[in-house]
């Protein structure tokens, strides 16, 4: 079936690292990918997105890189800090008139001091 | 975001209850989007609505039911309580305008509902 999954479930990094949070998906008709960011007891908040026709974008402090040849996904944090400590998820959209998402479980990204 | 807020933001009832959750945006998005969020888990889909008198199932719909009340209001149900359906449950909403690229959503602060 058609599935958006993560590669790492947890992440542990120093402060000043870059980050790289990863995320494969199956559905190769998905023509859109949004990364969200989770912090603990909130809602998920938007971060950056990408369409189908993109291979890279970057955002401030943040590239998404988009690999459709091997159905993959990354998140890019440059000089993590530990703010960024969160869980994040990847989404695809399908296609089609819906623009209904499918997450992926997430990753906990943890930024020590 | 302040601008889709949802209410109760921690409820605890008992099985066989029924629990309504609120949700409101002043965002004037015309998607709405009801999902469930479990320990470990990703986002599962339980109801979503394009617009007022449009209400579609998403991957998880038994046991919850929706109204539209207006745009700016979307509730979800739970007629009768179960133990399992404890968790997170977020709103959301979208506006995929004519001409965006994209249909980002953006969702509520989370109401966490337990059911003994």
């Known amino acids: 079936g058609e599935s958006v999954g993560l590669h790492l479930p947890t992440l542990s990094v120093q402060e000043g690292d870059n980050s790289i949070i990863n995320c494969a998906y199956s559905n190769s008709a998905s023509d859109y990918f949004i990364w969200y960011k989770q912090e603990s007891g909130k809602g998920p908040q938007f971060i950056i997105d990408i369409r189908s026709n993109m291979d890279k974008r970057q955002g401030q402090r943040v590239t998404v890189l988009l690999n459709k040849t091997v159905k993959h996904l990354s998140l890019q944090i440059a000089a993590t800090q530990p703010g960024d400590s969160a869980v994040y998820f990847c989404a695809e959209n399908s296609g089609g008139s819906n623009y209904k998402l499918t997450f992926g479980k997430g990753t906990l990204l943890t930024v020590n001091p | 975001d302040a601008d889709v807020t949802q209410t109760p933001r921690n409820r605890i009832t008992k099985t066989g209850k029924r629990i309504m959750l609120e949700c409101s945006q002043t965002?004037?998005?015309?998607?709405m989007y009801w999902y469930r969020q479990d320990p470990g888990l990703g986002l599962q889909l339980i109801y979503y609505?394009?617009?007022?008198?449009?209400?579609n199932k998403g991957e998880i719909s038994d046991g919850y039911s929706v109204s539209r009340q207006a745009q700016a209001k979307f509730s979800l149900s739970l007629e009768s309580a179960i133990p399992n359906q404890t968790a997170l449950y977020f709103c959301a909403t979208s506006d995929p305008r004519s001409g965006s690229d994209t249909d980002t959503q953006y969702f509520g602060p989370g109401t966490r509902l337990t059911v003994l």
């Open positions: 609505s394009f617009d007022v008198k449009d209400i």
């Open positions: 965002k004037g998005h015309d998607r």
